[in-house]
């Protein structure tokens, strides 16, 4: 019980802050929010088209590209060329005003295609020369059926008609070799994993801070001239810490899962993670506490470790677009671990089974952690 | 009757640095103890050791026939300890302070909060309580900080030099909150280096220097034992002279002069003497305008024992 008046405490004390209320509740909705925004679900490319004004080939064509693409309609080919050269837009299309008469008088129409010089434009290229092809090819080959055969264009567009449907449909089977890493993933499951992780070791990590100003202000001592033993105080100082971690992991977990609709896969699993990873936090808070002398000096330096160990890890960039020997150096971080495991939860449906692995080396690092701030921290607080 | 504290021999060092060198006393139920000694001179040191903070070298310390070590809760549960920190959360308020020290102690839920309300009350901070303690002065920090120690009502309090760096009225109000506390009976042990504290509150005072009690006893038995006498300064007008010639002939005068209006005369017990000193000057027919009696003090008993006084 007296340990967890300790930890009651600690957590009362954290949020008195109001500075800490931001951070442990505010700041990682936001990134959260902020990189699905910008990152998360698919990226739609946006075509320009000019010309349109009702022509009805061109509105085919634009009709048939809307399926696929964004289409935004431009006045003038100045201000969509503009566009692209900005990245408004990924491609402009400029139609000629009289597009359909142009086709039905059996003239090749004349459209202008702008694009950036990348595989993105050529990609764009291909299915707009497609489209045209589509929409403009029937009445094309009428044209030429009726002037071949002294028939008239509706009677060519007929026979045209009957040979397309003869015609045996080509089945295109697409399939992707290896895994689809990031396949089926909501716009901001990925943000809310990695921020989570990210979080929940900065929260942990930055309470070292707060365990020096309780040595600094004598309070520990005092606590030590109580009927509490030094273990308790310990003891009860990590649950401080452990509590406010995994505090912020559950509140990340319930908030992204009904304001975002955040895929967490197993929840069952997903609390583990979040008990485990928040447990290395809080030993790794400790060692902080009991190897430096001044909160400002473990302040900042959690800062420091928290965000590099993060970003290494693959809080901030998934690890699967490392390099290889840069994945091979992640591993030594915890984030690799926590974030593998949130990814078998939800990109690969694994189960508790499944990130027992993850856990396993996650506790492996809180018992070491622990283990060397115990003992440096005996030593500190009772000399 | 059980003493509350009794400290044996006990020895500390760090390093190649005696703190402690074998301080031994004892406090009786109800008595005021202080450990009066320079900055340095060993009083934390011993009382962290007292206060189950610190395992000694050799020696033993037991709080109210309690063993302490670092690790006995029972004695520990025994004492109270003021530190010469301000040992609270300053972000919390006093009553939440309390709470938090009181659940260290076991106590919970309305035996706590009346004792919490209780302890407020004694250090006169009841109308303070769930005002956050940064808000508060310096010296109604130090009350909280007594006011910790005070919660789960210890036979023996602990002060380590409470009044270190507290402006006077704040002082004050400590040192009678202390008063207050010693008349109710608590036996206290108060560590200073303050000789006027040392005085004013403890009924005995040990003196610490280097590590080691050099003596030891009631603020008179540690006068006496210097063999110091007291001081009458008497400002009178008449034939000063004369007068002086008289007194040296009363019982337990040591010598008397007089200059510049003043006879001063130096006794054997003053309190006693001051009568028949009187009536010398009323028989030489010497009008006694003012009478100052002056003690040898703590200060000086310092100095005899030491050679150095108490702030160097």
């Known amino acids: 019980m007296t340990a967890f008046a300790i930890a009651r405490t600690a957590l009362l004390r954290l949020f008195r802050d109001r500075s800490n209320l931001f951070f442990v509740f505010v700041f990682p909705i936001a990134l959260v929010l902020i990189i699905g925004a910008q990152f998360g679900g698919g990226f739609e490319p946006i075509i320009g088209v000019t010309g349109v004004d009702g022509d009805p080939l061109a509105g085919d064509v634009v009709d048939l590209l809307d399926a696929d693409y964004g289409i935004r309609e431009f006045d003038d080919s100045d201000a969509a060329v503009l566009a692209v050269e900005r990245g408004y837009v990924s491609a402009v299309m400029v139609f000629p005003d009289d597009l359909s008469a142009e086709a039905l008088a059996g003239r090749d129409p004349q459209i202008g295609f702008i694009t950036q010089p990348d595989s993105s434009g050529q990609a764009i290229r291909a299915a707009a020369e497609s489209a045209l092809n589509r929409a403009i090819g029937p009445t094309a080959a009428a044209v030429a059926v009726s002037q071949s055969q002294g028939v008239s264009l509706e009677q060519a567009e007929l026979l045209v008609e009957g040979a397309a449907s003869a015609i045996a449909d080509v089945d295109v089977e697409t399939r992707t070799t290896g895994d689809a890493l990031f396949a089926d993933l909501g716009q901001f499951d990925l943000g809310a994993s990695s921020q989570l992780v990210l979080f929940v070791f900065l929260t942990g990590l930055v309470g070292s801070a707060a365990l020096i100003q309780s040595r600094q202000l004598g309070v520990t001592r005092r606590m030590l001239s109580t009927t509490a033993s030094a273990r308790t105080v310990i003891f009860g100082e990590v649950l401080g810490r452990w509590g406010v971690a995994v505090f912020q992991g559950i509140y990340i977990l319930i908030v992204t899962l009904v304001a975002f609709r955040v895929d967490w896969g197993d929840p069952i699993g997903a609390l583990m993670i979040v008990l485990c990873f928040g447990l290395v936090g809080a030993s790794a808070a400790m060692l902080f506490g009991a190897v430096f002398k001044n909160d400002q000096q473990a302040g900042g330096i959690s800062v420091v470790a928290a965000l590099g160990l993060a970003a290494l890890g693959g809080s901030m960039v998934p690890v699967e677009i490392f390099s290889s020997s840069m994945q091979s150096i992640a591993r030594i971080t915890p984030h690799y671990w926590a974030n593998d495991a949130f990814a078998e939860l939800v990109r690969r449906d694994g189960s508790v089974v499944d990130i027992l692995p993850h856990l396993g080396v996650l506790a492996a690092y809180s018992i070491v952690l622990l283990t060397v701030a115990i003992w440096r921290l005996q030593k500190v607080i009772t000399r | ?312």
């Open chain 2, 1 to 312: 009757m059980t003493n509350v504290l009794d400290v044996d021999g006990l020895k500390r060092s760090f390093d190649d640095l005696v703190a402690v060198g074998g301080v031994s006393f004892s406090i009786e139920p109800g008595e005021a103890y202080g450990l009066l000694g320079p900055n340095g001179a060993g009083k934390t040191t011993t009382i962290s050791m007292v206060a189950g903070l610190l395992e000694s070298d050799a020696g033993s310390v037991s709080v109210a026939g309690k063993l302490m070590t670092t690790k006995s809760s029972d004695a520990k549960r025994a004492i109270g300890l003021v530190p010469q920190d301000l040992a609270i959360y300053p972000d919390l308020t006093a009553a939440e302070n309390l709470k938090f020290f009181g659940s260290l102690y076991g106590m919970r839920g309305a035996s706590l909060n009346e004792r919490i309300m209780t302890v407020l009350e004694m250090v006169g901070l009841s109308d303070r309580a769930d005002d956050r303690s940064d808000e508060y002065s310096g010296g109604m920090k130090r009350r909280l900080n007594i006011a910790v120690g005070l919660l789960h009502e210890p036979q023996l309090l602990i002060l380590d030099e409470p009044t270190v760096g507290v402006d006077p009225q704040s002082r004050n109000a400590i040192l009678e909150s202390v008063e207050g506390l010693s008349s109710r009976g608590m036996s206290v042990l108060y560590t200073t280096h303050y000789m006027e504290e040392a005085e004013r509150l403890c009924d005995r005072v040990g003196i610490i220097d280097n590590g080691l009690l050099v003596a030891e006893g009631t603020r008179r038995s540690l006068v006496d034992s210097i063999g110091q006498d007291d001081t009458v300064h008497v400002t009178a007008t008449g034939n000063l002279h004369h007068v002086a010639e008289l007194l040296r002939a009363v019982e337990g005068v040591v010598t008397a002069a007089e200059a510049h209006g003043v006879v001063s005369v130096v006794v054997d017990r003053a309190a006693i003497r001051l009568p028949s000193i009187l009536a010398t000057f009323t028989e030489a027919g010497v009008s006694v305008v003012a009478v100052e009696v002056s003690e040898p003090n703590l200060e000086a008993v310092f100095l005899h024992l030491t050679g150095k006084a108490l702030r160097d």
